[in-house]
C-alpha cells in the first residue's frame, strides 16, 4: 500500500459508510460463530492502523496486531494499541497453534504479499486446531483501489 494511504486510512475508517458496513457485516458473522469472550486469543493479521482491533476485534478475546508496515503500526499506537507485531503475513512470527481466530481483511491480495499460498500456510500454522479464518478480500478486481 502507498505510505500515504495509511494516514488517510486513519482518518476515515472508523467513520467513512464503506468501513461501518464492512464492520456491521463483519460482526454479524463473528456473532453468527462465536460468543463474545475476554479469554481468546486474536490475530489481525494485516491490520493497518488498528481501527478493526480498536473499535470491535477486542470485544471478542485478546487481539493482537501484526502487520509489514511501520506506518500502520504507528496508527495502532496512536489508537493506544500495545499487542502489535511489525511482520509479513508470508513470515508469521508466533507459535504453532497460538491462536483461536485469525482475521485478515483485505491483505492477501495486496501487491506486498508475495505468496497468499505462503500466507495461509502460515495462517493455519498459528490457528488453534478448531480455531477460525476470517477472511475479506473483493470479489472482483475492479473493486481494487488504487492504493492497492
Not at 54 to 61: D, H, N, P, R, V
Amino acid at each position: 500500500m502507498e505510505p500515504g494511504e495509511y494516514e488517510r486510512m486513519f482518518q476515515v475508517e472508523t467513520r467513512h459508510w464503506w468501513y461501518l458496513g464492512m464492520q456491521t457485516i463483519t460482526r454479524s458473522l463473528l456473532n453468527r460463530f462465536l460468543a463474545p469472550t475476554a479469554s481468546r486469543k486474536i490475530l489481525d493479521a494485516g491490520c493497518g492502523t488498528g481501527a478493526a482491533m480498536s473499535t470491535y476485534l477486542a470485544e471478542y478475546g485478546n487481539v493482537t496486531g501484526m502487520d509489514f508496515s511501520p506506518l500502520a503500526l504507528k496508527g495502532c499506537q496512536t489508537r493506544n494499541l500495545s499487542w502489535l507485531a511489525q511482520a509479513s503475513v508470508t513470515a508469521v512470527p508466533f507459535s504453532a497453534e497460538s491462536f483461536d481466530l485469525i482475521t485478515s481483511f483485505d491483505v492477501l491480495y495486496e501487491r506486498a504479499v508475495a505468496s497468499d499460498t505462503l500466507a495461509l500456510t502460515e495462517f493455519f500454522r498459528v490457528l488453534r486446531p478448531g480455531g477460525l479464518l476470517l477472511l475479506r478480500l473483493p470479489a472482483y478486481n475492479w473493486l481494487r483501489g488504487q492504493h492497492d
